[in-house]
């Protein structure tokens, strides 16, 4: 991968791992609670609810974050918010573990996507930027689709702490080119078309 590429990679993965994992998971959410450990929908629809607010409000002071924190370290903290959710969902399928594991993938959901989509425009040239956002696109709402079409088959097949299992090697990838990027000297501004 040339080294002008990791950056872009870096930021559209951000993104687009994001979406994906939140969508599988969530999409499972209803099912495995409801229908499989027979949670009222009550209870559900208040995990549901939960989750969707963790999704967003935290957009009142990610920027802020961002800008204290920088990047990399918000898309770390978004990955150790889907990895505590993984931890939590596989350790008991009772409500308050449904909650926080939803919690915790909507907050982290928040800062992969907000921090992705905020390094992607420093990650190419201006005349690159529609080519760029629309890569980008592709892949986030391609990774939300797949998520959302394969969630409940999975859920049916491995259940629901194999369903949780199942995203750790896709957040071991995603932190290994994060690091890789940082390792290669985390340019802050390389065009796409660069070697």
């Known amino acids: ?37 027979a949670f009222s929908l009550v209870d559900t629809k208040l995990v549901i609810q939960s989750h969707i607010l963790a999704m967003f409000v935290p957009s009142l002071f990610a920027g802020r974050l961002i800008l204290l924190l920088g990047h990399v370290k918000m898309i770390t903290l978004g990955l150790l918010a889907y990895v505590l959710c993984v931890v939590i969902g596989v350790i008991d399928n009772q409500w308050l573990h449904y909650w926080w594991a939803l919690l915790l993938l909507g907050i982290g959901w ?47 097949q491995v259940g629901w702490e194999g369903l949780l299992i199942l995203i750790v090697p896709i957040l071991v990838a995603m ?4 690091m890789f990027w940082m390792h290669r000297g985390r340019p802050q501004a390389m065009p796409l078309g660069n070697a």
């Open 110 to 156: 928040n800062f992969l996507f907000v921090a992705g989509t905020s390094l992607l425009p420093k990650m190419y040239r201006a005349e690159q930027s529609h080519q760029a956002q629309g890569i980008n696109d592709l892949l986030v709402f391609c990774s939300q689709s797949l998520g959302a079409l394969t969630s409940s088959v999975v859920l049916y």
């Open 175 to 178: 932190f290994g080119l994060l």
């Open 1 to 37: 991968m040339p080294r002008s590429h990791s950056g872009f990679l870096v930021a559209a993965l951000s993104a687009g791992v994001g979406y994906g994992v939140m969508s599988f998971i969530m999409t499972a959410t209803p099912i495995s609670m409801h229908e499989i450990d």
